[in-house]
């Protein structure tokens, strides 16, 4: 039984486990394939093939780009990108040197709000001093008894109009997308359902997607409803798209999924790993395909 999860994080960004931990615990779980897809940095993939090897499952080379659209910070998966790739590395690069400045930023307001020591604090939590993101601000917090657990902290702080909020400019979409079919990956719209977005504005995100290169859509993440599930399925359908699958776990406790726990993709909806792996046997016509 394939058990495909294509999207998670390790301590190379902001997850709390080793590449090769991580691996572990998806092999554990029965994850046949597996992508680790840090945000805006790909020095992780190196050590977890190298497990999965090991592990004897299939890894997926992938990053996860943080990019600004129209005011709203939107994630784009890429998957089977060439970590080498010059582009890619260097738009990579060019985000990663903005998050330390936003990150000093971020410290100053809760410095004024009460909290000294956070950027300390949160670079104590963060492995790679080159990733420096919210959730390592949070478990500083969490440390401090400012909040019960991540989750929480982030109801009360680091969000837009909270303390500790500082607006950002990632990189631009068509960017993003380009950066990742240029090294010969396939990019995904991470986490649709996360935005806050109405109906209008995510199709206009989605049409923007599409038109810069963009082919598939996460259907199935931990965060996504049963309702939300059904709706970007439709979507994939209706817009000829792929579709992908992946718990966005980032470790012990933080997670409400772990690796390959997450529930299965719509049948009515193509994988986005067809693209590497098509069926063995072809499919069985549209219309005896469950909906
Ligand atoms: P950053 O890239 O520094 O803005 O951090 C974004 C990361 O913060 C996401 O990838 C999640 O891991 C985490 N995050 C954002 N919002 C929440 C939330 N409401 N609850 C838990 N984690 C969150
Ligand atoms: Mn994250
Ligand atoms: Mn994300
Ligand atoms: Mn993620």
Same mark, same amino acid.
């Given at each position: 039984?394939?058990?495909? /999860?294509?999207?998670?994080?390790?301590?190379?960004?902001?997850?709390?486990?080793?590449? !090769?931990?991580?691996?572990?615990?998806?092999?554990?779980?029965?994850?046949?394939?597996? +992508?680790?897809?840090?945000?805006?940095?790909?020095?992780?993939?190196?050590?977890?093939?190298?497990? +999965?090897?090991?592990?004897?499952?299939?890894?997926?080379?992938?990053?996860?780009?943080?990019?600004?659209?129209?005011?709203?910070?939107?994630?784009?998966? $890429?998957?089977?990108?060439?970590?080498?790739?010059?582009?890619?590395?260097?738009?990579?690069?060019?985000?990663?040197?903005?998050?330390?400045?936003?990150?000093?930023?971020?410290?100053?307001?809760? +410095?004024?709000?009460?909290?000294?020591?956070?950027? *300390?604090?949160?670079?104590?939590?963060?492995?790679?001093?080159?990733?420096?993101?919210?959730?390592?601000?949070?478990?500083?917090?969490?440390?401090?008894?400012?909040?019960? /657990?991540?989750?929480? =902290?982030?109801?009360?702080?680091? =969000?837009?109009?909270?303390?500790?909020?500082?607006?950002?400019?990632?990189?631009?979409?068509?960017?993003?997308?380009?950066?990742?079919? $240029?090294?010969?990956?396939? !990019?995904?719209? @991470?986490?649709?359902?996360?935005?806050?977005?109405?109906?209008?504005?995510?199709?206009?995100?989605?049409?923007?997607? =599409?038109?810069? $290169?963009?082919? @598939?859509?996460?259907?199935?993440?931990?965060?996504?409803?049963?309702?939300?599930? /059904?709706?970007?399925?439709?979507?994939?359908?209706?817009?000829?798209?792929?579709?992908?699958?992946?718990? /966005?776990?980032?470790?012990?406790? *933080?997670?409400?999924?772990?690796? $390959?726990?997450?529930?299965?993709?719509?049948?009515?909806?193509?994988?986005?790993?067809?693209?590497?792996?098509?069926?063995?046997?072809?499919?069985?016509? @549209?219309?005896?395909?469950?909906?």
């Amino acid at each position: 039984m394939q058990n495909i /999860d294509l999207h998670n994080h390790s301590r190379v960004s902001d997850g709390l486990l080793a590449p !090769a931990d991580l691996v572990r615990l998806a092999a554990a779980n029965g994850v046949t394939d597996l +992508a680790l897809t840090d945000h805006d940095d790909v020095g992780g993939l190196e050590e977890a093939r190298q497990a +999965a090897k090991q592990q004897g499952i299939r890894f997926v080379n992938g990053v996860e780009i943080s990019v600004t659209w129209q005011h709203q910070t939107v994630h784009i998966v $890429g998957l089977q990108v060439d970590p080498d790739n010059r582009s890619l590395q260097e738009g990579l690069q060019a985000i990663r040197s903005g998050r330390l400045a936003r990150a000093e930023r971020m410290a100053q307001d809760l +410095a004024r709000a009460g909290i000294p020591g956070a950027l *300390e604090g949160a670079l104590r939590h963060a492995h790679n001093p080159n990733i420096i993101a919210r959730p390592h601000f949070a478990r500083f917090l969490v440390e401090q008894g400012l909040a019960r /657990d991540v989750p929480s =902290v982030f109801k009360r702080f680091l =969000v837009k109009g909270k303390t500790g909020y500082v607006r950002h400019a990632w990189a631009e979409l068509s960017q993003a997308v380009s950066w990742i079919r $240029g090294a010969g990956g396939v !990019a995904v719209l @991470a986490h649709p359902g996360r935005y806050a977005l109405n109906d209008l504005t995510l199709n206009t995100l989605i049409d923007e997607f =599409v038109q810069a $290169g963009g082919e @598939a859509i996460e259907v199935v993440t931990s965060n996504h409803t049963r309702e939300q599930t /059904d709706y970007f399925a439709a979507q994939v359908v209706r817009r000829g798209l792929l579709a992908s699958r992946g718990s /966005d776990y980032h470790g012990p406790g *933080e997670s409400r999924f772990e690796p $390959g726990k997450l529930p299965a993709l719509p049948l009515s909806c193509p994988p986005v790993w067809q693209r590497w792996a098509p069926p063995a046997h072809p499919e069985p016509p @549209a219309s005896t395909r469950s909906s």
